[in-house]
């Protein structure tokens, strides 16, 4: 059974730096496109990125390059969401999600994390 | 502003059937057959619905069904449950963003 099982909530302060993980189980991790998905306070989803484990090539969103950082480490399965300099506007849940690419595009997204909650408060 | 274009929300009553729309470009839901429909409970992650604008997940009833005419998807529920009262997402491949673009969502109510 597929599982990506997410860090907990975090709380933290303008300014502050942050990495969240998500824990792949199930499959053969290094051979399937991983992401990040941003749903803001009562807002929709986005895409913040993917990458491929196997050579952790990312992709970014248009307006996350540069303002995030994913990472994935195969070694234990996990991929990681990096912030250098959180803003109150980072505040959201993000969910780890398990896409099913096509031609090198996202197709669906087939499995989803638990979602972990970001506040960024002073 | 989200890219794909969804009623903020809609509703009908148990046994009913309502359609959601969701509304793009030829560049991302008029030109590709890659629309999916997410259902997001309460607090809970986004469930895939619906993929490859028709085709429905084993384990998802069949009162889900959905259709795509030129740039427009619709999703229809037909005989309303209390428990499809939910958030609905659609999602499709777009030309300029190889991660696929979101529709705005739409709370759909069960009276």
Redesign the interface.
Known sequence: EVQLVQSGAEVKKPGESLKISCKASGYNFPNYWI?WVRQMPG?????L??IYPGDSDP?Y??AFEGQVTISADKSITTAYLQWRWLKPSDTAIY?CARP?M?G???????Y????TLVTVSS | QSALTQPPSASGSPGQSVTISCTGISSDVGGHNYVSWYQQNPGKAPKLLIYEATKRPSGVPDRFSASKSGNTASLTVSGLQPEDEADYYCSSNADTNNLGVFGGGTKLTVL
């Open positions: 992401g807002k929709g989803l986005e895409w990125g993917i992709k969103g248009p969910y099913f096509g090198g595009s996202v197709v669906r997204i087939d989803w994390g638990q979602g």
